[in-house]
C-alpha cells in the first residue's frame, strides 16, 4: 500500500539542472515521516548518499553535491524535491527515493522508490 513515487529524471549535458520529486502516499494514520531524501548508484559502485531533510526541516547533502543541489518540501511533507544544477557526468546514476516512517507504536520503517535514470553527458 506504502508507495513512494519518483519522476524527473533524464538525459541532460553537463553544467546542466534536472528536477525530482519524489511523492510518499498510503502510509497509516498516525504515522510520522521521520526523514526523506535521495541516494544513488551509479553503474559498478555502491549506493551512495545525497541528501536528506528531517522533520523539523534540517537538511544534509552529501559534499560531493553540496552547493550544486538543494532540497525542498511541500507542506504536507509528503512530496520532496531534488534541484540539481551543475551536473556533472558524474552525477550519472539511478536515484532513488528513501523515506522513512515511524508508525503509531514508533516502529520505523525504510521505504524505497523504484528509481529514476539521470544521465550526464560531456
Known amino acids: 500500500q506504502v508507495q513512494l513515487v519518483e519522476s524527473g529524471g533524464g538525459l541532460v549535458q553537463a553544467g546542466g539542472s534536472l528536477r525530482l520529486s519524489c511523492t510518499l502516499s498510503g502510509i497509516e494514520i498516525g504515522s510520522d515521516i521521520n526523514l526523506m531524501g535521495w541516494y544513488r548508484q551509479a553503474p559498478g559502485k555502491q549506493r551512495e548518499f545525497v541528501a536528506l531533510i528531517d522533520k523539523g526541516g534540517h537538511m544534509n547533502l552529501a559534499s560531493s553535491v553540496n552547493g550544486r543541489f538543494t532540497l525542498s518540501r511541500d507542506s504536507a511533507q509528503n512530496t520532496l524535491w531534488l534541484q540539481m544544477n551543475n551536473l556533472q557526468s558524474e552525477d550519472t546514476a539511478v536515484y532513488y527515493c528513501?523515506?522513512?516512517?515511524?508508525?503509531?507504536?514508533?516502529?520505523?520503517?525504510?521505504?524505497w522508490g523504484q528509481g529514476t535514470q539521470v544521465t550526464v553527458s560531456s
Open positions: 528513501n523515506a522513512v516512517v515511524a508508525n503509531f507504536h514508533s516502529r520505523l520503517n525504510e521505504y
